[in-house]
């Protein structure tokens, strides 16, 4: 799953990794972004826009709109057929823009936090899709991101990870596929040898902490045999 990321970059970086988004004049960064927060996505509806979205997918059919943070990830293995999600795969596709996730890895009762993020520092592009729920005339976008079975890196730490593309066609053709087998052909994990990782302060545990402490690296603690 995807539980917590980061987006901490400029809008020079964006529109050179993706140069047909215009990003405005400002990005909020965010070294914590949480479940309910809002978070940059590119949509099919709009790819020329990065958008400010609340994350945690809303239903268009919910009945009182809330978002409680229950579809922050949409497990892409049958996503065709849930409820929540079969229509969002087929019509309402995004792009979320990160520069790094965090994960947590189970020792004993303990959940240790790791930071993982590309090798060659390249933004994180996660396969998202999106929603609008109307009240009225009062319309609330949000998004989930799209999730997989962990590549090598990933079976360290987790046994889900998200979707993640790595090439600008990838991007294009995310956001403009019109055929359902296709989308969900690209729905796999990443290949193996790309991602670098490493353990983080318990401090990202709070959604409250946002501050570049949390990207700092914190030593692994030594092993019996060291």
């Given at each position: 799953m ?28 965010s ?27 809303i ?38 823009l990160?520069?790094?996730f ?24 996660m ?17 989930s ?37 296709e989308t ?9 040898g790309?991602?670098?990782m ?16 949390l990207?700092?690296?914190?030593p ?7």
């Open positions: 995807c539980g917590r990321f980061s987006l901490v970059t400029s809008k020079e970086k964006i529109q050179s990794e993706l140069s047909f988004v215009e990003t405005g004049n400002n990005i909020r960064l070294y914590n972004i949480a479940p309910t927060q809002h978070a940059y996505i590119v949509t099919n509806e709009s790819p020329e826009k990065l958008q400010y979205v609340t994350w945690g997918l239903p268009y059919w919910s009945k009182d709109g809330k978002n409680e943070g229950k579809l922050i990830n949409a497990r892409s293995e049958g996503i065709e057929s849930k409820p929540s999600f079969r229509i969002p795969i087929r019509n309402r596709r995004c792009l979320v990160a520069d790094s965090y994960e947590w890895k189970k020792e004993g009762i303990k959940k240790i936090p790791y930071r993982i993020f590309f090798e060659n520092e390249k933004l994180l592009v396969a998202g899709i999106w929603d609008l729920w109307y009240k009225g005339d009062y319309a609330v976008k949000s998004f991101i799209l999730t997989t079975e962990p590549n090598s890196e990933m079976q360290k730490i987790h046994r889900r990870m998200p979707v993640l593309f790595t090439e600008k066609e990838e991007y294009k053709n995310w956001l403009s596929s019109e055929d359902l087998n969900l052909d690209m729905l796999h994990p990443p290949k193996d790309i991602l670098k490493y353990r983080v302060s318990e401090k990202v545990n709070s959604a409250r902490n946002d501050s570049p402490e990207h700092h690296e914190i692994e603690p030594p092993t019996l045999f060291d």
